[in-house]
């Protein structure tokens, strides 16, 4: 039984966990032992509440394909059973994402002193500027 929050859990026989070669770095170890997982998880077919499975459909993450299975390749460490956990991980991390809400930014104005801050400072750069003109006589 994986838990995601608090109330939340899915069962083990819903995700689907596939060893595969790894890539990258590693000599005969990563050529010969299967030690990367593919974590495969059916969202239409987990046993999710509608809510979150709408949510989690309509997430914008590339982890997420088409045919609304989440599919996490994890192969961060050189044993299968770390990568195991580490991909668990990454879809409990993902579900809880999905599932927050964000809080609405609330639109602020700049205050009284910001204002005057800004005029002021403007002020000195328009007679610092205005200096650099070219010198006019007043003999005229």
């Known amino acids: 039984m994986l838990r995601t929050m608090n109330n939340l859990k899915i069962p083990e026989s819903e995700i689907e966990f596939m060893a595969i070669r790894a890539g990258g770095p590693g000599g005969q170890n990563v050529n010969k032992v299967s030690t990367a997982v593919h974590l495969r998880f059916d969202i239409n077919r987990s046993s999710l509440p509608r809510e979150i499975k709408e949510k989690l ?32 991980e990454r879809l ?13 930014r609330i639109a602020t104005k700049p205050g009284r002193a910001a204002k005057e801050r800004r005029l002021r400072d403007k002020k000195i750069v328009g007679s610092r500027k205005s200096g650099r003109g070219a010198i006019k006589s007043f003999d005229d």
């Not at 997430?59 to 045919?67: A, E, F, L, P």
């Not at 996490?72 to 580490?86: C, H």
């Not at 409990?92 to 999905?98: E, K, S, Y």
């Open 57 to 88: 459909a309509n997430h914008r993450d590339r982890r997420i394909n088409k045919d609304g299975s989440i599919v996490i390749k994890a192969q961060r460490f050189r044993s299968q059973e770390k990568n195991k956990k580490d991909a668990i």
């Open 92 to 104: 409990t991390c993902l579900i809880v994402h999905a599932v927050t809400e964000r809080a609405r």
